[in-house]
């Protein structure tokens, strides 16, 4: 995580490069940044249907108020336990991007950025979708923690299977062997305790 960023400054691309370049990784991540940047160089990087080698997408961990649960959420297409996130559509602010999909797939509005700065990043490999027209590509994640203000009802969306409340170590024991997941609910642990 870099220097703190004020939740309401809009994120343009130069400003992403920036937080990039400024960004403190763990050691798995390292070898990533590089990827992140050059990819920041192509004109259509936040859209959905550029492929090679992929896109920007942007995601999110949602705490309860308590900072004791997380919500997953089933995915339907990929059929696993996942934390919020999705396409930016074109969008160069990717936090806005992590609210948005968030509460898209949560159906939940009252919550918050515990910090506004990048908490994880992660570059991971989306299958083929022949029924969508989409090869195998890449997802360069930018990921941040959100919080809840108050309490509501999750709602599931059409995306979702099931979406549950669940503690760390609960969340931690239905994602397997997702390594960078296992990384993000750890640091978001961090943030919280």
Known sequence: ???????????????????????????????????????????????????????????????????DLILMNYHKSLNRWLNFGGHCDGEEDVLAVA?????????????????????????HTIPANPDKGEPEHAHFDIRYVMRMTENQKPVVSEESLQLEWMNFKDARSVIDNNDSLHRFISKAMDLVQ
């Open 1 to 67: 995580m870099n220097g703190p960023r004020a939740e309401t400054q809009k994120i343009t691309r130069n400003n992403l490069v920036t937080d990039l370049e400024l960004y403190i990784p763990t050691d798995a991540e390292r070898p990533l940044i590089p990827q992140f940047l050059k990819l920041l160089q192509s004109e259509k990087c936040f859209h959905r249907k550029h492929f090679l080698p992929g896109h920007i997408t942007a995601s999110s961990i949602l705490i309860n108020k308590d900072n």
């Open 99 to 123: 609210i948005r999909e968030t509460m898209e797939e949560s159906g939940l509005t009252a919550f918050k950025p515990i910090i506004a700065d990048i908490v994880d990043i992660d570059i």
